[in-house]
Every structure is written in C-alpha cells, then in structure tokens.
T-cell receptor, first 112, second 115 residues
C-alpha cells in the first residue's frame, strides 16, 4: 500500500461548481502538506501549503488538514475551465527535510 | 525571471544505451531535486543536492542511475544501460535552500522513451 493515496479520477464538473479533492496517508510523521497543480506536459506548480492540522484559504482555494484522520482536502470554488488539470497532494516529515511524498494525482475536467 | 529549465524536452533511446538529462535550477537556489513521474508509480523522489553534495541517494532505483551537480548549479542525471521500465518523465526542482517546508519549483520535465 502506498504512503499517500489519491483517487485518480477523472473528476468532471460543470463550470462554477465546487471541486472537492482529497488524499489519505498512513505516515503519522507527516506535518507539512501541499497541493500542486500540473497542466499537461508541464511541471507541477505549488498551489497551497499547510503546516499541521487546520484550514487555509487563498482566493478560490481552501486546503484542509485533519491529522487525526490522516486526511487532507482541497476545495476549488467557482471552478473555471482553466482549472482543468491534474492535482497532486504532497507531504513531508520534519525528519525527512524537504523530501516530498506525492499522491498519484487526480485529473480534473471543468466543462464550460 | 527564469524558472527551472530541463533538456532535452524529449528523448527517445534504444534499450541498453546511456542517456544524460540536464537540469538548470533557478539562479541562487542551493537545493536541487530529481523526481520521476510514471503512469504506474506517480511522482517518486530520486535524489536531492545541497550545494554539490547528495546526502540522500536512497530514491535512486538501481546502480544504473547516478547524478552529479557542479558549481552549485547545473545537475545531470545519468541512466546507464537503459531499460524499457526507465521510460518516464524526469522532473527537476529547486528551492532557495534545503529544509522542511521550503517551496520547490519544478521544471517542465524530460520525457524519456526507451524502445
């Protein structure tokens, strides 16, 4: 079993809908949680970064971390066709420094 | 400003040949990372550099893989005697410094196909 599990999708939503993405993990040492967006044939780009449990909001994006359940979420409000991409969760443990462990990615398609 | 660049963008090679993949990090970034992205395995960590040294090589899949960094800047990932299972996208990232929580900026990747 992988350390970080993520539904591969694809997740198809109409424009304007809320996109809900999540990852589960098994390593309780993970403390730093990130969401990356990756467009086709491009490298991943950092969207959100959260330390430990809690919520973080940035524009249309909200990241949530529940360490007790080992579960993290990303919500995208008012989704746009330009949000169509693959979303990757990533996490790291303090002892591992900046070595990231990624989920497999969820492909999202926002239809106009 | 310039981001992380990688070359070549695409590489097709025959099984058994050696390949070299190059990464140019963002200027001034001291930490550099190599990842591999394949359909079955997702994005896997391979190796990182702090300056020119690589303290953690545990992610390299086999001894056919090696990497070096010179002058605290450009890095080369070398795969010897390529196998078909080496086909993947090889991504490079850099961060201002090594340390937990430091943002990693990724390049566009090199798509390697081994025939």
């Amino acid at each position: 079993q992988k350390e970080v599990e993520q539904d591969p999708g694809p997740l198809s939503v109409p424009e304007g809908a809320i996109v809900s993405l999540n990852c589960t993990y098994s390593n309780s040492a993970f403390q730093y949680f990130m969401w990356y967006r990756q467009y086709s044939r491009k490298g991943p780009e950092l969207l959100m970064y959260t330390y430990s449990s809690g919520n973080k909001e940035d524009g249309r994006f909200t990241a949530q971390v529940d360490k007790s359940s080992k579960y993290i979420s990303l919500f995208i409000r008012d989704s746009q066709p330009s949000d169509s991409a693959t979303y990757l969760c990533a996490m790291s443990a303090r002892a591992a420094g900046n070595k990231l462990t990624f989920g497999g990615g969820t492909r999202v398609l926002v239809k106009p | 400003g310039a981001g992380v660049s990688q070359s070549p963008s695409n590489k097709v090679t025959e099984k058994g040949k050696d390949v070299e993949l190059r990464c140019d990090p963002i200027s001034g970034h001291t930490a550099l990372y190599w990842y591999r992205q394949s359909l079955g395995q997702g994005l896997e960590f391979l190796i990182y550099f702090q300056g020119n040294s690589a303290p953690d090589k545990s992610g390299l899949p086999s001894d056919r893989f090696s990497a070096e960094r010179t002058g605290g800047s450009v890095s080369t990932l070398t795969i010897q005697r390529t196998q078909q299972e080496d086909s993947a996208v090889y991504l490079c990232a850099s961060s201002l410094e090594w340390g937990v929580g430091k943002t990693q900026y990724f390049g566009p990747g090199t798509r390697l196909l081994v025939l």
